[in-house]
């Protein structure tokens, strides 16, 4: 599976091309991958980098690689917590509109974005999601949390569906298209000696009663349930979800994690990854990631930034 066969993935591309860069906040892009990565993006007009860390290093890597930071806005920090700090401080500042990860450590950033008195804290829990192109599968998949929250608990979770549905309306090209939200367990049927289950069933009433906002809910449904109609026919679920979900919530991290990882190296999925809950999208990309899944991730921050810029000044 070659990186142009995820046409998903590059019809979000190009649609991103046709909106004004995003202001990104690149934290510490001192290796050649999140150089190139920030750096390429930008010359795409996606975004308009403004890259975050020590100008000396920046600079060497962008010689030594070829790299063309002509033109780009750079912010000297000496050090990596330095440089998620001062990231940070730019969008505070309202000078960017994203995040986005270099080559420092995941927690080193978020460690700056979750600070309570200069961080980016919202009242909404902070969750990861990926955003898959399953070869194969004819929509997107969005798989949460896979990253960030190890073991949530029944409040966490509304928090980190609320965000997965709130992305799957930034992304949809339809904006009336009924969003579909599958909760996943082991089996479709609760059981109280499987915890999953019962948070599945009391997410689903939460919805009901307006707690969850934006989507329809189902759960506990299995993976095979969730994902292929005939399963769900095979099993006598009748439901909207079943068969066909667009976003899947994992009962844990490690679920989510092996999930994601699985649909990418068995079956040539591409994931753009990123993280919401906070005052703006982060952007996560791995050194495993490729050009089209960097690209991709970003251009689902910026269509995130639009769909917040669009939703504060009232237009829908």
């Known amino acids: 599976m070659t990186q142009l066969e995820h046409s998903r ?21 001192c290796d050649e991958t999140s150089l190139a990565g920030a750096v390429n993006a930008a010359r795409m007009g996606l975004i308009a980098p403004i890259l975050v860390g020590p100008i000396s290093r920046i600079t060497a890597v962008a010689h030594e690689h070829d790299i063309d ?26 000078k960017a509109e994203a995040l986005m990860k270099g080559s420092l450590h995941t927690d080193e950033l978020m460690a700056a974005v979750v600070r309570r008195e200069a961080g980016l804290r919202t009242g909404r829990r902070i969750s990861h999601c990926f955003v898959m192109d399953v070869p194969g599968h ?39 298209r009924e969003i579909r939200v ?25 919805s009901e009663r307006g707690q969850i906002t934006g989507a329809v809910l189902d759960g506990p449904l299995a993976l095979d349930n969730a994902i292929n109609l005939e399963a769900a026919r095979i099993k006598g679920i009748k439901s909207v979800v ?16 092996m999930l994601a990882k699985s649909l990418t190296f068995l079956a040539g999925a591409a994931a753009a990854g990123i993280v919401l809950g906070a005052r703006v999208p982060i952007i996560l ?16 921050a910026v269509m995130v930034a639009n769909a917040r810029k669009r939703q504060a000044t009232g237009l829908t």
Not at 69 to 89: K, P, Y
């Open 69 to 94: 930071i002509a033109g780009l806005q750079i912010e000297d920090a000496q050090f990596s917590h330095a440089s998620a700090e001062r990231a940070v401080a730019l969008v505070r500042e309202g």
């Open 242 to 257: 079943a068969g066909q979900a667009d976003i899947l919530v994992a009962p844990d991290l490690e679920a989510g994690n």
């Open 285 to 300: 990309t791995s050194r495993a990631d490729s050009v089209t899944t960097r690209l991709a991730s970003c251009a689902v």
């Open 9 to 29: 993935f590059q019809n979000l591309i190009d649609r991103c091309r046709a909106l004004p860069p995003t202001s990104v906040a690149v934290a510490h892009p």
């Open 182 to 206: 599958a909760i996943l367990s082991a089996t479709e049927t609760i059981n109280p000696a499987v915890p999953s289950t019962i948070e599945a069933a009391a997410l689903c009433k939460m």
């Open 138 to 176: 004819d929509q997107p998949l969005i798989i949460t949390d896979a990253a960030i929250n190890i073991a949530p608990g029944l409040a966490e979770k509304a928090d980190i569906v609320q965000n997965a549905i709130d992305l799957a309306h930034a992304l949809v090209p339809e904006p009336h």
